[in-house]
């Protein structure tokens, strides 16, 4: 199968699975877990703070973040389809009593900036305390530049507030860009980072910020049942994940932007007009041939995903150059037939 519906879908690499078997483990709620401990340390440093923990997942990342920067009836700023908000099943509202005010997303995936300074409210005992504004990048497999983080970080600390930066991808920002990854967060008070995307773990994602920050996480990753044991196994495929995958990203990117050029030549096939510049791209087909041409790709061993009407094809390890080729027949057969 070629399968395209995200870059989650990867299978661990000979590396993981050596290094699963070899991992020193300890119990990680005591803080023993010395292959976690290396895994937090590095991620840590590479993203440009003290201390990180290592999570479950990309959500409860971004949850535990989120109920340690903010208490209930407090208010976050945020992109209305950004994934903390959108994509997260509101566990920060239902669980956490935490609001969120929501403004629009523009075509690059950024929001404006004045806008979100219009939403911060003043203190007034009728009024949402605002505590917190939140960003993402890589957006739907937009990349947002350096500039604009450091303006996004600044816009809370000028106000007061803490940032957290949804980083699920980062690192396709940093490739995109040709930046370090310091360039990304620099000002932010927390930072998520999948290992399970792009970076190919089976699981796992690492929050960073402050060591008092994430101490106080560590609670609130306890109360969301996220306190693991031996989970070293785990952490021992994301250390060869920032170890190893994060050059080869630049491969993604430039099959995706192949992928996109060559798609484009079909007359049927309309590419997302605001094109992604990493590893995703989008289309849009005719709606009759919607649910058709994905049937047809997956009798030809080709999955795609995303929701009607735009189709999300995503690079990542497991396609390969000589995959290119084969998707491209698949469409052109189709759309001939
Ligand atoms: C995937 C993703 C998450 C959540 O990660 P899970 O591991 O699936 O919970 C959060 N934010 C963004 C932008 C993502 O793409």
């Not at 239902?94 to 979100?116: C, E, F, R, W, Y």
């Amino acid at each position: 199968m070629i399968d395209l519906r995200s870059d989650t879908v990867t299978k661990p690499t000979p590396e993981m699975y050596d290094a699963m078997a070899k991992a020193v483990v300890g119990d990680d709620v005591y803080g023993d877990d010395p292959t976690i401990n290396e895994l937090e340390q590095t991620v840590a440093e590479m993203l440009g703070f003290e201390a990180g923990m290592f999570v479950t997942s990309g959500t409860q990342s971004n949850f535990t973040a989120l109920l340690t920067h903010c208490g209930r009836g407090d208010e976050y700023i945020i992109g209305e389809t950004y994934h903390v908000y959108k994509s997260e099943a509101v566990g920060t509202a239902a669980l956490g009593g935490i609001i969120p005010q929501t403004i629009p997303v523009k075509n690059d995936g950024s929001v404006d900036i004045d806008l979100i300074e219009s939403k911060i409210k003043p203190e007034d005992m009728h009024f949402p305390r605002t505590k917190l504004i939140c960003f993402e990048n890589t957006y739907n497999g937009k990349a947002l530049s350096p500039d604009y983080m450091t303006t996004a970080a600044n816009v809370a600390s000028k106000h007061g507030l803490s940032s957290h930066l949804d980083g699920a991808r980062l690192m396709n920002a940093a490739i995109a860009y040709g930046c370090s990854p310091k360039d990304l967060t620099r000002g932010f008070t927390t930072v998520s980072l999948c290992l399970s995307k792009g970076l190919g773990a089976p699981v796992g994602s690492v929050l960073t910020g402050k060591s008092d920050f994430i101490k106080e996480a560590r609670r609130a990753r306890k109360m969301l049942g996220g306190g693991m044991r031996q989970a070293g196994i785990l952490a021992a495929c994301g250390l060869v994940a920032v170890q190893t995958q994060i050059d080869r990203l630049e491969e993604d990117h430039r099959l995706a932007s192949r992928l996109a050029t060559e798609l484009a030549q079909i007359p049927e096939v309309q590419t997302a007009p605001e094109g992604a510049n990493t590893n995703m791209i989008f289309i849009e087909v005719p709606e009759a041939d919607r649910d058709p041409l994905k049937e047809f790709l997956k009798q030809n061993g080709i999955l795609i995903g995303g929701r009607p009407p735009t189709f999300r094809l995503v690079l990542h390890r497991d396609i390969k150059e000589k995959d290119i080729p084969m998707i491209i027949s698949a469409f052109s057969k189709y759309f001939r037939s």
